[in-house]
């Protein structure tokens, strides 16, 4: 899954500490045909700064990052891979609400 933000936008890496802002959340509805294999990966220039709002080192993406799962089909079969991705999108003066959006993506 790949994201594309705006400047001065950045959208936080799901790697963010605890007590800092909505880290992106990626997770799957099961399906019996698919295997999740490991977490899911990121790829991007990543960038980590001490935010004074919150109070620790965030870990953070501008302009573009891309969110990598390995999963395993069981079997030759045609079938979907959905879930939901939640993020946050921040400025240096303010973060707007976190958005939860689905996806669906058709495997063969």
């Not at 997770?27 to 019996?32: G, L, Y």
């Not at 965030?58 to 891309?66: G, H, P």
């Amino acid at each position: 899954m790949n994201a594309t933000v705006a400047s001065p936008w950045h959208i936080y890496s799901q790697f963010t500490p605890n007590g800092g802002p909505l880290p992106t959340k990626i997770t799957f509805v099961s399906n019996p045909l698919i295997q999740i294999d490991g977490a899911s990966a990121e790829t991007g220039s990543m960038k980590t700064n001490h935010d004074p709002y919150f109070g620790v080192d965030v870990k953070y993406f501008s302009d573009k990052v891309s969110f990598v799962q390995t999963i395993k089909v069981k079997g030759s079969v045609q079938t979907e891979l959905r879930g939901n991705i939640e993020y946050m999108v921040c400025n240096d003066s303010k973060c707007l609400p976190p958005v939860k959006q689905p996806f669906d993506i058709k495997l063969q």
